[in-house]
């Protein structure tokens, strides 16, 4: 009967977000603002020296390895580390509401800025494999980020190294990954939506690739993706618990399990 009454994921994630939608958003868009201008910044430089428009296959294959290199690296950082640092603050904003501890914006700000090198290590941990399995094709890209979800949950239940929080993260992770998986694309999924629009109803009007218009090129997608970043990881810290509870459960036939 509880089981039958319990409310949906989906509508126990939005009635979180409800409960702190202001502290959810400030949160989530000063990572965001660092996102945009770490990718500007790196964008940027890449293209010393030059001026107006540009065509971007041409300015790689000009350029020498070891600055290939560092610019792969460079934006593996600069595109990951701010979103890790968004899903920190909201899993922090979900964990304490859910706990009925206090909450302000400067507790969550603080806690995200502890979370700066977890978040530049799980940037490369996380973000170089999943980099690659979308290089290959889409589909695996996604079922690797799956696999680490509920890494930043975990960080922020549990008090672990960073290491340890990401093993523990995954091994979680694989008693819910039914439901991990079934997110993760659905997020991509609209991320892809925004894009297209992107593509479609803004591109139109930016016709060429100018330096001075990447930070507007990566606003019209960040910014829209901050929302469903921020459904996504109230999800995933409900998922956390849900995994916590599969965990504590007795396993059928078990001594400890309640016979038929």
């Given at each position: 009967?509880?089981?039958?009454?319990?409310?949906?994921?989906?509508?126990?994630?939005?009635?979180?977000f409800a409960a702190q939608a202001r502290l959810y958003c400030l949160s989530?868009?000063?990572?965001?603002?660092?996102?945009?201008?770490?990718?500007?910044?790196?964008?940027?430089?890449?293209?010393?020296?030059?001026?107006?428009?540009?065509?971007?296959?041409?300015?790689?294959?000009?350029?020498?390895?070891?600055?290939?290199?560092?610019?792969?690296?460079?934006?593996?950082?600069?595109?990951?580390?701010?979103?890790?640092?968004?899903?920190?603050?909201?899993?922090?904003i979900t964990a304490n509401h859910l706990a009925r501890q206090p909450l302000?914006?400067?507790?969550?700000?603080?806690?995200?800025?502890?979370?700066?090198?977890?978040?530049?290590?799980?940037?490369?941990?996380?973000?170089?494999?999943?980099?690659?399995?979308?290089?290959?094709?889409?589909?695996?890209?996604?079922?690797?980020?799956?696999?680490?979800?509920?890494?930043?949950?975990?960080?922020?239940?549990?008090?672990?190294?960073?290491?340890?929080?990401?093993?523990?993260?995954?091994?979680?992770?694989?008693?819910?990954?039914?439901?991990?998986?079934?997110?993760?694309?659905?997020?991509?999924?609209?991320?892809?939506?925004?894009?297209?629009?992107?593509?479609?109803?803004?591109?139109?009007?930016?016709?060429s690739t100018y330096r001075s218009l990447f930070a507007i090129r990566f606003?019209?997608?960040?910014?829209?993706?901050?929302?469903?970043?921020?459904?996504?990881?109230?999800?995933?810290?409900?998922?956390?618990?849900?995994?916590?509870?599969?965990?504590?459960?007795?396993?059928?036939?078990?001594?400890?399990?309640?016979?038929?």
């Amino acid at each position: 009967m509880n089981a039958a009454a319990r409310p949906s994921l989906l509508s126990r994630t939005a009635q979180l977000f409800a409960a702190q939608a202001r502290l959810y958003c400030l949160s989530a868009l000063l990572a965001g603002a660092l996102g945009i201008i770490a990718l500007t910044l790196v964008s940027t430089l890449v293209y010393i020296g030059g001026s107006g428009s540009f065509d971007a296959r041409e300015v790689w294959k000009s350029m020498a390895f070891s600055r290939q290199l560092t610019f792969v690296f460079g934006l593996l950082f600069a595109l990951w580390s701010p979103i890790l640092l968004a899903a920190r603050g909201v899993c922090r904003i979900t964990a304490n509401h859910l706990a009925r501890q206090p909450l302000s914006l400067s507790y969550v700000l603080s806690d995200m800025a502890r979370f700066i090198p977890a978040a530049l290590i799980y940037a490369l941990v996380i973000g170089f494999p999943m980099m690659i399995g979308m290089s290959i094709l889409f589909v695996p890209g996604i079922v690797v980020a799956a696999v680490f979800v509920l890494v930043v949950p975990t960080s922020v239940n549990e008090s672990l190294g960073i290491f340890a929080a990401l093993r523990r993260g995954v091994s979680l992770g694989m008693r819910v990954f039914g439901r991990e998986i079934a997110l993760t694309f659905a997020c991509a999924a609209l991320i892809v939506v925004l894009i297209v629009l992107r593509i479609s109803l803004f591109d139109r009007f930016l016709p060429s690739t100018y330096r001075s218009l990447f930070a507007i090129r990566f606003a019209l997608t960040y910014i829209p993706a901050l929302l469903v970043l921020i459904l996504a990881n109230i999800s995933f810290t409900l998922l956390y618990h849900e995994a916590r509870a599969l965990e504590a459960s007795p396993a059928p036939g078990s001594p400890s399990a309640p016979q038929a």
